[in-house]
């Protein structure tokens, strides 16, 4: 089984070394550090992981990975590139961190001035394909429009509150880069109601 995810981990451990401790993302108010802060806590801090996405333990959750951040960048970079025992390789590494991983690159990559972007292996975008729609419904459940989400490798399907049409097309890794609140960066194309469309572009999207 080829581990798409295992590999994005390296590559992105990489990019955080080669960027250092301080430089931006595209997650708002993080540089480098407090990235792969996030990173290390969702894997080994399960005492504050629940903080991302509940608001009751938030403060917790800012409060450990500040700890975590403020310590040495070349060794919280050393645990985002070695996995915890749990994460074996094989389909528990896929299953949690496929879009994780690639997501996280991008925020890194995309936030330096004169990225480019990358060709991915045209099997990690099949399986991004498979992934997608999870996060897109999530994304644009309120939306008010009927959007037709067009994969360049993988079915189409429609996500959104329904009403008008909107039609988004790309590669999967970049749909799954606009579904998840990078819309100013992922090489996209959105068709329908000029206004409906410039609305869905700058929306914030994601969790």
Request: hydrophobic share 45%.
């Amino acid at each position: 089984m080829t581990s798409f995810a295992r590999a994005e981990r390296l590559a992105l451990a990489d990019t955080l070394l080669a960027a250092g401790p301080d430089a931006p993302t595209l997650c708002a108010g993080w540089a480098t550090r407090d990235l792969a802060a996030h990173l290390v806590l969702r894997e080994r801090r399960p005492d504050a992981a629940a903080g991302i996405l509940l608001k009751a333990a938030a403060g917790h959750t800012a409060k450990v990975q500040a700890g975590l951040a403020a310590g040495d960048y070349a060794a919280l970079v050393g645990k985002v590139r070695r996995p915890p025992f749990w994460f074996g390789p094989g389909f528990a590494e896929e299953a949690v961190n496929l879009t994780e991983f690639l997501v996280h690159h991008e925020d890194v990559r995309r936030a330096a001035p004169g990225w480019t972007p990358r060709t991915l292996d045209p099997a990690y975008e099949r399986a991004v394909a498979g992934r997608i729609k999870q996060s897109a419904r999530l994304a644009v459940r309120r939306f008010p429009a009927a959007i037709t989400v067009e994969p360049e490798q993988g079915t189409p399907f429609t996500v959104g509150a329904g009403g008008e049409a909107l039609a988004v097309h790309g590669k999967p890794s970049e749909l799954l880069l606009f579904f998840t609140g990078r819309q100013a960066v992922a090489d996209v194309t959105v068709t329908g109601p000029e206004a409906l469309a410039d609305r869905l572009r700058t929306a914030r999207l994601g969790l």
